[in-house]
């Protein structure tokens, strides 16, 4: 069979209401887009047909206070505290980093491929990771990585909302997202994590803070071991110190070093269809650049990009020069805003 040929029994069957075929015809074109390399398409499919059955159990009145009422308020709630969904396309090659940090994702990325391997032989397997540093340079980016190289949903968690929101509540949200992540086989990023410290800030009751801490370091210790932890924060000084043990590997993303702004320049620019003169002029403004965040400076650089092709008098030529004074301008002017 070809897609096709499964879209045309999906049509046929929704058509036609009837359900069980057309279940088994998604479920059919799941495991031919698995097959066929088209893993993000299968894993959004499986979290739809996933959704709808959880919604199928729930929908329709329900008395209040009932089993079946109990799981929608439950589905709504959950619905309020997931940000989103999603699959990647974003590969270890998209990130610029030290080759430390890229050796140290490539070796938690194994543990996950050779997960059969490690059970068999009773081994512990790395399933939590830290990423820390100044913002703009990568710690969501590499989260997104991972679950690109790991062929796995990923549930971005919004811990503002949970911290914030019905404060008595945060423990027993934060347990019933570990809990569908764990169903869905999905990933769970936390990003933000320091917004747990704010608990302080909202909370008359100071116990709260320390309880929701317990949870969520309970949460880690009882960890399938298939299930998988993304944090990030840019202040690593905010997160308590015993859940900072808890996790198998904490990374810092640094900003960047000549180097790596040349990587990042080489990345932006490998359409082929923009670039610079002389070669002189970038590596000053490389040179400039240094103290600046790696989204900063990839901004400033598509910035250039966009003024000089509005200068350009043919609008359809192939290659556009980049003009490399208004790029200078504008890192000096983010040099200066950072020195505010
Ligand atoms: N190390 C990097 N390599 C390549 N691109 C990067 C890197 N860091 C940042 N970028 C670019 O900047 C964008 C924003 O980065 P990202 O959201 O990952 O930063 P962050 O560290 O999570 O910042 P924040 O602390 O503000 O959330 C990325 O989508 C990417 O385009
Ligand atoms: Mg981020």
Redesign the pocket.
């Given at each position: 069979m070809t897609q096709y040929d499964y879209i045309k029994d999906i049509a046929k069957y929704g058509l036609e209401n009837d359900y069980e075929k057309l279940f088994q015809a998604l479920n059919e074109l799941v495991d031919y887009s698995k097959k066929s390399n088209k893993v993000n398409f299968a894993i959004q499919l499986q979290s739809i047909l996933k959704e709808s059955i959880r919604q199928q159990q729930v929908s329709g009145l329900s008395i209040v206070g009932s089993p079946k009422h109990i799981l929608k308020e439950d589905e709504r709630e959950l619905a309020d505290l997931i940000l989103e969904k999603l699959t990647s396309d974003y590969r270890l090659k998209?990130?610029?980093?030290t080759e430390n940090v890229i050796s140290e994702l490539q070796h938690f990325i194994k543990e996950h491929q050779f997960l059969d391997l490690l059970n068999k032989f009773e081994l512990p397997v790395s399933n939590k990771v830290l990423f820390h540093?100044?913002?703009?340079?990568?710690?969501?980016?590499?989260a997104y990585v991972l679950a690109g190289e790991l062929e796995k949903l990923m549930i971005v968690v919004n811990l503002g909302a949970i911290v914030s929101s019905k404060l008595g509540e945060t423990s027993k949200n934060l347990a019933k997202i570990f809990k569908r992540a764990a169903s869905e086989n999905a990933i769970i990023f936390i990003?933000?994590l320091d917004s747990l410290g704010k608990v302080r800030d909202y909370s008359q009751d100071h116990g709260e803070m320390k309880r929701v801490v317990n949870t969520i370091l309970q949460l880690f210790d009882y960890l399938p071991k298939e299930s998988l932890i993304i944090a990030?924060t840019?202040q690593i000084n905010m997160i308590d110190e015993a859940l900072r043990r808890r996790f198998d590997l904490v990374l810092e993303?640094e900003k960047?070093d000549e180097r790596h702004v040349k990587e990042?320049i080489d990345?932006t620019l490998q359409s082929g269809h923009f670039v610079f003169k002389n070669k002189k002029e970038v590596n000053d403004i490389i040179k400039q650049s240094l103290g600046l965040?790696?989204?900063t400076i990839?901004k400033t650089l598509i910035t250039a990009i966009k003024r000089s092709l509005f200068e350009q008098v043919d609008k359809d030529a192939i290659v556009t020069v980049i003009n490399a004074q208004t790029w200078k301008e504008l890192i000096a002017q983010e040099q200066l805003n950072l020195a505010k």
């Open positions: 998209d990130l610029v980093c540093g100044p913002s703009g340079c990568g710690k969501t980016l590499a990003d933000e990030a840019n993303l960047p990042l990345k965040s790696y989204y990839q």
